[in-house]
């Protein structure tokens, strides 16, 4: 007989995490399926979490070198393994496991260890590392099983010359030269660490600027940062092919004949669902035109009773997304109504430097309203900023001509925290206004909201300022 | 160490004061394979400058032209020069078989125990391409679960060599419990004198015990998982694999050992090239 739950969770990422604590809560039984020893998903074991600890690394040696050369001492050498950084991450991830665990065990979820594969749609047989099977059955089901590198066919990714963002943390010593291949966040991300770490970093993409979904102000700003530490940003470049020559370089090669060689490549050109070996067809699933699973907004598949959260639904394909895709899947099993999604959701990329973003960029506001205007405020012209020596952030509000707040973006130190001061005044449907009537503590970034605030109020028609007239 | 010098032999005891004195000839560590360790975990090192370090060696050229010439490695065509081995096979892959040939010449000393040294060689280079092969599955580092892989039973050859001049006729069952006892140690040893890894010292240092290797516990896991595919004579089938601790911990599903396991027969033809 086999064990029956009201809901099974196949996956322990930030989605289904989430996901399964809403239903324990909501008095389910809930078991949860992770093939991996540890819970956690590719985010805590081999995205998110490690290539942010190895940011935080590379940030903090950088700062310390700063500071060495202005007493005129020896810096610190470059040549660190990545190993040693890599061992102080497994603390990290280790606490993370530890704490999630805790967590679900607290909530009485069962974690069940081993491969899922739908047997029909009420039925999941679970392989164990050992090969023994079983078969458990549930009511409901969260498909939050992640996504898997994508591994395009001209690129001979073999983990030792071409790496993945699965396995780049695993090399055992910084390379003098690597060529990153895409220009997403993954890949934006490690290209702007490795530089920072001395490696002479290559970014390649197919489109003209790197991260193209952000307004062009914040591409430029990373673009301008990762050239000033060494990194070369060659844009509208198709690759033919990227293989290890034999002796001892990988050559990448474009399609109009040019080859680069660099000692290793990371190849970071996107993400796919994670679904192969789950045998969605037998429950009665399958995938749509982008390879993925298609859901309402509350997370239900074209199957009632079987839900989808996290990277398998597809972008944004952030930690954050993910988790409340999850707790808006819990509910909808739970039948509790959680209301529209919020159309504000913030896009944070911890590349050096730090990028976010909420709402409109100008462009998108330039084509809805002719008459919007976008206010900066220069980090190193804020007091905080000044005093850290900060030398790459600012902040960008685009505001409508009628003096609403419709974006907020933001480069630089805490950038993914200051973002949220824009998206809650973008929640209230705000006016600039807002920023330039309030008091904020001094000196701090969030001062900068004030002064871009007051950049852009200063340009709005006066029918808009009335008697105020703001001066920038 | 109390508890243990209670079990051990009196060999045992001897070959472990000899370690503990220093009254070891602890082999002198070839140039070509410092060369290698020195830069297996740092940055690359020169190509020319490490083709220039091999050719110094005339042994070691010869036998490296050996090796490439082999079926294994070599193409269509005779490889007549060093530059040419390197530009055909890469350098990482001439490391490797440098690295390979250089120790083996050195700790591989004339003795009574020779076939057992020949034998402990022969798991040490096999285990080193078993773990490249796990890790690469793994998402490990290639580069080093190979250089573990070939190092993590480097004190066995001390321990025959320093046995040998003990005595010459040590039953099987001695020998055995000797290595058992001394081999960790003489390991340890070794990595001092010859400044190895980190990585290696902590192979040696857990070897039998990935759960008790702390941040290191994957690659003891690897090392002592392509140890045990090594030691038996015959390629094993997937079940006896997926019943060792070590595959559950590095949580190798059934179809992933089989797949690993079709590395077999490459592997075989590798290692009958080196050896």
């Known amino acids: ?472 | 160490m109390a508890e243990l010098a209670k079990d051990v032999s009196g060999l045992s005891l001897s070959v472990q004061q000899a370690l503990d004195n220093g009254d070891v000839d602890v082999p002198l560590l070839p140039s070509v394979a410092a060369e290698v360790l020195s830069s297996s975990l740092d940055d690359r090192s020169n190509a020319t400058r490490f083709a220039e370090l091999i050719q110094q060696d005339q042994s070691m050229t010869s036998h490296l032209m050996r090796v490439v010439n082999s079926p294994v490695f070599r193409g269509a065509s005779e490889i007549v020069a060093l530059q040419q081995a390197i530009a055909r096979l890469g350098m990482e892959r001439i490391r490797e078989i440098a690295l390979t040939v250089s120790l083996k010449a050195s700790v591989l000393q004339p003795g009574p125990y020779d076939d057992l040294m020949s034998r402990s060689w022969y798991v040490a280079l096999r285990s080193a391409l078993w773990a490249r092969e796990i890790s690469r599955l793994t998402r490990k580092n290639v580069e080093v679960a190979y250089l573990c892989g070939l190092l993590h039973n480097i004190g066995e050859p001390l321990v025959l060599n320093c046995l040998g001049k003990m005595t010459e006729s040590a039953s099987p069952d001695e020998v055995a419990q000797v290595l058992r006892n001394c081999s960790r140690q003489a390991g340890l040893l070794l990595v001092q004198e010859w400044a190895l890894p980190s990585a290696v010292d902590l192979a040696i240092r857990f070897r039998g015990e990935f759960e008790s290797a702390a941040n290191a516990k994957d690659l003891v896991a690897i090392v002592d998982l392509a140890r045990f595919i090594s030691c038996l004579k015959e390629l094993p089938i997937c079940e006896q694999v997926v019943d060792q601790a070590e595959t559950q911990h590095l949580n190798l599903y059934p179809d992933e050992v089989d797949a690993l396991l079709e590395q077999g027969e490459n592997i075989a033809t590798t290692l009958e090239t080196l050896t």
């Open chain 1, 1 to 472: 007989m086999s064990e029956v739950y009201d809901t099974i969770v196949i996956g322990s990422g930030p989605a289904g995490q989430k996901a399964a604590v809403q239903l324990a809560k909501g008095g389910q039984r809930v078991a949860m399926v992770e093939r991996a020893r540890q819970i956690g998903g590719e985010c805590v074991h081999r995205g998110t979490i490690p290539s942010k600890a190895l940011r935080e690394k590379a940030v903090e040696r950088n700062r310390i070198n700063e500071r060495l050369r202005e007493m005129n001492r020896e810096t610190v050498n470059r040549s660190i393994s990545v190993a040693e950084l890599i061992g102080e991450m497994s603390d990290v991830v280790d606490a993370h496991d530890k704490y999630m665990t805790e967590q679900l065990l607290r909530n009485r979820i069962e974690i069940c260890h081993g491969r899922g594969s739908f047997v029909d749609a009420h039925q999941l047989e679970l392989l164990s590392n050992t090969g023994r099977k079983k078969v458990i059955r549930a009511n409901n089901f969260i498909i939050a099983t992640g996504s898997r590198p994508r591994k395009p066919d001209n690129v001979a990714v073999d983990h030792e010359h071409v790496y993945d963002s699965d396995s780049i943390l695993t090399l055992a010593y910084l390379p003098q030269s690597m060529v990153v291949l895409g220009g997403g966040v993954i890949a934006c991300e490690y290209a702007s660490i490795f530089a920072m770490l001395g490696v002479k970093v290559t970014l390649i993409d197919r489109y003209p600027q790197p991260l193209g979904f952000l307004d062009h102000d914040l591409t430029s700003c990373f673009v301008s940062a990762f050239e000033r530490r060494g990194g070369i940003f060659l844009g509208e470049v198709d690759v033919a092919d990227c293989a290890f020559d034999g002796v001892s370089q990988v050559e990448t090669r474009f399609a109009d004949g040019t080859v680069l060689k660099a000692d290793k490549v990371l190849c970071a050109q996107g993400r796919i669902a994670d679904l192969d070996a789950l045998g969605i067809t037998n429950a009665g699933l399958s995938l749509n035109e982008r390879q993925l699973l298609s859901v309402d907004t509350e997370g239900q598949t074209a199957v009632p009773h079987i839900y989808a959260a996290g990277d398998v639904i597809g972008p944004p394909s952030l930690a954050s997304a993910s988790m409340e895709q999850g707790r808006r899947a819990a509910c909808g099993i739970l039948g509790i109504d959680v209301g529209v999604l919020g159309q504000y959701m913030p896009t944070g990329i911890y590349s050096i430097p730090e990028l976010a973003s909420v709402g409109l960029t100008e462009k998108q506001a330039k084509d809805q309203d002719p008459d919007s205007v976008v206010g900066f405020a220069d980090f190193s012209e804020i007091a905080r900023g000044h005093i850290a020596g900060a030398k790459d952030g600012m902040l960008k509000l685009v505001v409508g001509g009628d003096g609403k707040l419709l974006g907020a973006h933001v480069v630089g130190v805490n950038s993914t925290d200051l973002v949220h001061i824009g998206q809650m005044a973008l929640l209230q449907g705000a006016s600039v206004e807002l920023f330039i009537d309030n008091v904020f503590n001094f000196p701090t970034y969030a001062e900068s909201y004030r002064v871009a605030a007051i950049s852009a109020a200063a340009q709005l028609p006066e029918r808009v300022q009335g008697r105020r007239s703001y001066v920038a």
